[in-house]
């Protein structure tokens, strides 16, 4: 499982408060390993994010393998709509997965965007070294 120093954890903590401040919807950000371990979340409501991480997990994995089953490369994110809003699953890097959970009243191209640019600043911080794989 992916070991988040203080440091990059502090880091990677400001990338999801930055997207929560400037994203009217969103309700959770969640950075978890791709088996379902949650890491690191900001919540604006009460979530299990042990419960989500493992499940998004399972539903990125599967997006996954239908890309590769279809012949369509790999999986950029994976989108769940529900009546009361969204859950968004995209990969950070080969260990760790980055959900977003959102009302309706933010669009789904703010969601994917919002989230694609966390994604991306989450794996900067990585990519300094942060956080290791054991």
Do not use: W, Y
């Not at 409501?45 to 890309?67: C, D, K």
């Not at 994976?78 to 990969?91: H, P």
């Not at 989450?122 to 054991?134: D, M, N, Q, R, Y």
Request: net charge neutral; charged share 20%; glycine share 8%.
């Amino acid at each position: 499982a992916p070991l988040i120093d203080k440091e990059a954890q502090t880091e990677a903590k400001r990338c999801l408060e930055q997207v929560m401040s400037q994203s009217q919807g969103l309700h959770g950000a969640i950075v978890s390993s791709i088996d379902g371990n949650d890491l690191l979340a900001v919540l604006k409501r009460e979530m299990p994010t042990n419960r989500l991480s493992g499940m998004t997990s399972s539903l990125l994995a599967l997006g996954e393998t239908v890309a590769r089953e279809s012949g369509q490369q790999s999986c950029q994110f994976v989108i769940v709509e529900n009546s009361a809003g969204r859950v968004v699953c995209l990969r950070v890097n080969h260990t760790l997965m980055l959900t977003c959970i959102s009302s309706l009243d933010m669009s789904l191209g703010m969601l994917l965007s919002s989230g694609r640019q966390t994604a991306d600043n989450l794996g900067k911080v990585i990519e300094k070294g942060g956080i290791k794989t054991a």
